[in-house]
């Protein structure tokens, strides 16, 4: 994928200042990004940059803190050497990495292949879940005091986006924590120089299922790599609403620095004194659940689904709801994926069979519920009603997606809590129907972790955590298949396509178009938002005009006029 940054303002989202009285004369002149310009490189002591990060944000910061033998890149092949310094596939089930010589823990202690062998014990006695990868490895030999070798019992076409979350701890990490277990990536279950990373977590703790409402990071005086921490302090809040955590970085100075922006809020930022607007393309999705365990049993009348997602305008949600700032997708996967648009091209026909074969409109999809309704006894006057589970950051695409669904005389009851905390709690359990919440569908941000599409297609997997599709031959043909193919196989991009047609077909989740990522950056911040839910911490950098180096001076009044707008283009 070949892209580019341009410096860019955006119309659409400055015309709602003119209907709220702002002259149509009035000419708004931008400025150049100056953090840009203005950065060094180097280290600042005495500096520190506030997040917010609503979804995923041990994700977002995992490779600052922890390392592992590759780490994620924004680049084509989606990760870079980390820990190895090279790699050879000797066959599909063997890999061999030489490692880094000049590696040593925060704490002060040696890396090397012994401890890729302790690691490896202790992640096979507990692994993570959200791939097989403990399932196909079979053993890890230390060929030399800096080379190991990785053997599978088949074919693991993902193994490298697997090893970037095989993260490697101390031995007194491990001896008190060993490795998690969850269907999660791991993480630091409490602070210490227990990790490889350029940040050390100072204060706080960060898991898949857990987290403190405030997380401090410091940059790791005993870090190896080139690319060391620029910022001495990096504080993530994890609590805050959307709409706090805007407030903090538009209208107020040093208390939030980056935080994910919503749609709407982009003209404000533009004009925030304090704030400007950065914008990429993601591999970022929607994961909207059907409840096919325990919810409504209307959802497992396929006509029911069917109706929902040809009542939902894909179209109008991206356009309107999230004013145009992202793709149209098929299904529950990003067109951004390597050969994903190859694969979905490729069905060109089926989608247009499709569509001309069940252009019912809307009367017809209200038939089809009326249909149902009727054939357990339900009265069709009234609304075929269902519940949806959702955080607060989503509510403004779930109004949108309960207008659409009342048009077809189904009535969405929105069930909205305080954190993804909460949302996680009850996908992750009703598997295996030990939800405390009833719901029908459910909402979260399934943010990209993977360059291979694995991390969109994993919710797909029959019997795994994080999906709510019961055992299904046919799928879990699919994933077994997906995990074995590498994207640099033939057969992966037929795979991909065969995958999408049968997804699309059977309706097992709802579509929605794939979202940019969005962020309000403080001015004085040097930032360049990728394409996942990654945050490249260590290439943060600030200015000699930001908050935390200022000291008592006062915000130089010509450097809040309106920043050019930072937005990459693929």
Not at 88 to 101: A, G, M, N, S
Request: charged share 20%; net charge negative.
């Amino acid at each position: 994928m070949n892209s580019k940054i341009s410096i860019a303002c955006l119309f659409l989202p400055l015309v709602p200042l003119l209907a709220n009285g702002a002259s149509e004369e009035a000419n708004i002149r931008f400025s150049p990004d100056l953090a840009s310009q203005e950065v060094t490189g180097e280290f600042q002591p005495g500096s520190h940059v506030k997040l917010f990060i609503p979804n995923l944000p041990y994700l977002a910061i995992s490779h600052a803190v922890n390392a592992a033998l590759v780490r994620p890149a924004n680049n084509e092949q989606g990760w870079q050497y980390d820990l190895a310094t090279s790699h050879e596939v000797i066959d599909d089930k063997t890999w061999e990495f030489e490692l880094r010589r000049d590696v040593v823990f925060q704490d002060g202690s040696e890396f090397d292949a012994d401890s890729v062998l302790l690691n490896v014990e202790y992640f096979q006695q507990d692994p993570f879940t959200f791939s097989n990868f403990a399932e196909v490895l079979e053993s890890v030999e230390k060929i030399g005091e800096y080379k190991v070798r990785f053997h599978l019992n088949q074919a693991h076409g993902v193994f490298m986006q697997d090893a970037m979350w095989l993260q490697f701890y101390t031995q007194d990490y491990l001896e008190k924590f060993g490795w998690n277990g969850k269907p999660t990536c791991p993480n630091l279950a409490e602070p210490g120089l227990y990790a490889l990373g350029p940040y050390i977590l100072s204060e706080g703790y960060l898991e898949g299922d857990r987290r403190s409402s405030e997380v401090v990071l410091k940059a790791n005086p005993n870090y190896w790599g080139e690319n060391k921490a620029k910022v001495e302090t990096i504080t993530i809040y994890t609590n805050l609403t959307v709409a706090e955590a805007r407030d903090l970085t538009l209208f107020e100075e040093g208390e939030i620095d980056i935080t994910f922006l919503p749609f709407a809020d982009q003209a404000e930022t533009v004009l925030s004194p304090f704030a400007k607007l950065a914008i990429s393309p993601s591999q970022n999705n929607y994961a909207l659940h059907f409840n096919l365990f325990n919810g409504s049993e209307a959802l497992i009348d396929e006509r029911i689904r069917f109706v929902i997602n040809r009542a939902i305008d894909q179209e109008y949600l991206l356009n309107l709801s999230m004013l145009g700032e992202g793709v149209l997708s098929p299904t529950m996967v990003s067109p951004h994926f390597y050969k994903l648009d190859e694969a979905i091209a490729s069905l060109q026909d089926y989608f247009q069979e499709e569509t001309s074969t069940n252009n019912t409109g809307l009367a017809g999809l209200r038939d089809m519920v009326a249909e149902f309704q009727r054939e357990r006894g339900l009265n069709p006057s009234e609304p075929l009603q269902l519940s949806i589970l959702t955080q607060e950051s989503f509510r403004f695409l779930v109004n949108d997606i309960k207008y659409f669904l009342a048009q077809v005389n189904i009535e969405l009851v929105i069930n909205e809590v305080a954190s993804e905390d909460l949302v996680f709690d009850q996908l992750l359990s009703t598997g295996e129907y030990n939800n405390t919440v009833t719901w029908d569908l459910l909402i979260w941000g399934n943010y990209d972790w993977y360059k291979h599409p694995w991390s969109a297609f994993f919710v797909y997997q029959p019997n795994s955590q994080w999906s709510s599709i019961p055992e299904n031959e046919e799928l879990q043909r699919f994933t077994d298949r997906l995990l074995q193919v590498s994207t640099d196989s033939e057969e992966y991009a037929p795979l991909i396509a065969e995958f999408i047609r049968h997804i699309h077909q059977s309706n097992y989740m709802v579509f929605l178009p794939t979202p940019n990522n969005v962020y309000a950056l403080n001015k004085e911040v040097s930032f360049t938002p990728g394409r996942s839910a990654f945050i490249y911490l260590r290439d943060l950098e600030v200015t000699s005009h930001h908050w935390s180096l200022r000291g008592e001076q006062l915000y130089p009044q010509q450097r809040m006029s309106p920043t050019m707008i930072q937005k990459e283009v693929l």
